[in-house]
C-alpha cells in the first residue's frame, strides 16, 4: 500500500508574533531574525527527506519559512488556499486587553459550533474550510508526490487538521501549535493518521542556545 506522507509546519517567527499584534491574511510580514534561525534549525533536521514539492500560502513568511528547501531546487507551489483566517479589521491591531476579551469571545463561540461566527470584515472558520478544500485537492490529486511538506498558518493549521482527521471544527483548539512546529502526517489512502504531533525538537539546540544567553545576561534579540 501506497503511503503518501505529508509534512506540515507553521511559519517562523515574526515581529507580529513577538509584538503581539494580529496577523492574519491582510498582513503580508516577513520572518523575523529568530525565524530564519528557527527555518534552518527545521532545514538541518528535515533537509534529508526526500519531499517531492512544497506548498506554500502566498503570504511570504511562509516562503520565507522553507527558503532553505527551494534553494536546494525543489520545487514549490504557493496556494491561496493556506492563507491565514483573515482577522478582519483586527489585522495589524495590537492585541489589548479590550481585542483580548473579544477574541476569547469569539473563540468560545467556536467551540460552542458556531464556527460561522466571524470576526467583522473577516473570515469564518467555515469560510476558511471552503477555501482550503480547494487547495487540499489539488494537493491531494497530486498522487505522484509521495512526500510533500506545507508550510502555513497557525489558525489555518489548526482548521486544516480538522479537516483531514475528521474532527468538528469547534474540537480545532486542541492542535496546539507554535512558531516551526511540525505536524506529520500519513494519508494511507483511505484515512490520515498523525505520526508527530506539535513536535518542535529540532528548535531544542536553538533554544538551548538562547537560554545561555539569558543565563549569562547576554540580550537576546
Same mark, same amino acid.
Given at each position: 500500500?501506497?503511503?503518501?506522507?505529508?509534512?506540515?509546519?507553521?511559519?517562523?517567527?515574526?515581529?507580529?508574533?513577538?509584538?503581539?499584534?494580529?496577523?492574519?491574511?491582510?498582513?503580508?510580514?516577513?520572518?523575523?531574525?529568530?525565524?530564519?534561525?528557527?527555518?534552518?534549525?527545521?532545514?538541518?533536521?528535515?533537509?534529508?527527506?526526500?519531499?517531492?514539492?512544497?506548498?506554500?500560502?502566498?503570504?511570504?513568511?511562509?516562503?520565507?519559512?522553507?527558503?532553505?528547501?527551494?534553494?536546494?531546487?525543489? *520545487?514549490?507551489? *504557493?496556494?491561496?488556499?493556506?492563507?491565514?483566517?483573515?482577522?478582519?479589521?483586527?489585522?495589524? =491591531?495590537? #492585541?489589548?486587553?479590550?481585542?483580548?476579551?473579544?477574541?476569547?469571545?469569539?473563540?468560545?463561540?467556536?467551540? $460552542?459550533?458556531?464556527?460561522?461566527?466571524?470576526?467583522?470584515?473577516?473570515?469564518? *472558520?467555515?469560510?476558511?474550510?471552503?477555501? =482550503?478544500?480547494?487547495?487540499?485537492?489539488?494537493?491531494?490529486?497530486?498522487?505522484?508526490?509521495?512526500?510533500?511538506?506545507?508550510?502555513?498558518?497557525?489558525?489555518?493549521?489548526? #482548521?486544516?487538521?480538522?479537516?483531514?482527521?475528521?474532527?468538528? $471544527?469547534?474540537?480545532?483548539?486542541?492542535?496546539?501549535? =507554535?512558531?516551526?512546529?511540525?505536524?506529520? #502526517?500519513?494519508?494511507?489512502?483511505?484515512?490520515?493518521?498523525?505520526?508527530?504531533?506539535?513536535?518542535?525538537?529540532?528548535?531544542?539546540? $536553538?533554544?538551548?542556545?538562547?537560554?545561555?544567553?539569558?543565563?549569562?545576561?547576554?540580550?537576546? *534579540?
Amino acid at each position: 500500500m501506497s503511503i503518501k506522507k505529508i509534512y506540515i509546519i507553521r511559519h517562523g517567527q515574526t515581529d507580529y508574533n513577538l509584538k503581539g499584534i494580529v496577523q492574519g491574511s491582510g498582513v503580508n510580514s516577513s520572518i523575523n531574525e529568530n525565524g530564519k534561525r528557527q527555518a534552518m534549525a527545521f532545514f538541518e533536521e528535515y533537509k534529508d527527506v526526500p519531499f517531492d514539492r512544497i506548498y506554500t500560502s502566498t503570504l511570504k513568511r511562509t516562503v520565507q519559512s522553507v527558503q532553505p528547501f527551494l534553494d536546494k531546487g525543489i *520545487p514549490f507551489t *504557493p496556494l491561496e488556499g493556506l492563507n491565514e483566517i483573515s482577522w478582519g479589521k483586527k489585522e495589524g =491591531q495590537p #492585541i489589548t486587553l479590550e481585542e483580548d476579551a473579544y477574541y476569547h469571545w469569539m473563540l468560545a463561540q467556536w467551540q $460552542l459550533g458556531n464556527t460561522h461566527e466571524r470576526i467583522e470584515g473577516g473570515e469564518s *472558520p467555515e469560510d476558511v474550510t471552503k477555501r =482550503q478544500s480547494v487547495a487540499i485537492d489539488h494537493i491531494m490529486g497530486k498522487t505522484e508526490e509521495s512526500t510533500i511538506l506545507i508550510c502555513m498558518h497557525g489558525r489555518a493549521m489548526r #482548521i486544516l487538521l480538522c479537516r483531514l482527521l475528521n474532527y468538528p $471544527l469547534r474540537s480545532m483548539d486542541m492542535f496546539e501549535h =507554535q512558531n516551526l512546529c511540525l505536524y506529520q #502526517i500519513d494519508f494511507t489512502g483511505s484515512m490520515f493518521a498523525v505520526r508527530q504531533n506539535n513536535d518542535v525538537a529540532h528548535l531544542q539546540e $536553538l533554544k538551548n542556545s538562547l537560554d545561555q544567553y539569558r543565563i549569562v545576561g547576554v540580550a537576546t *534579540p
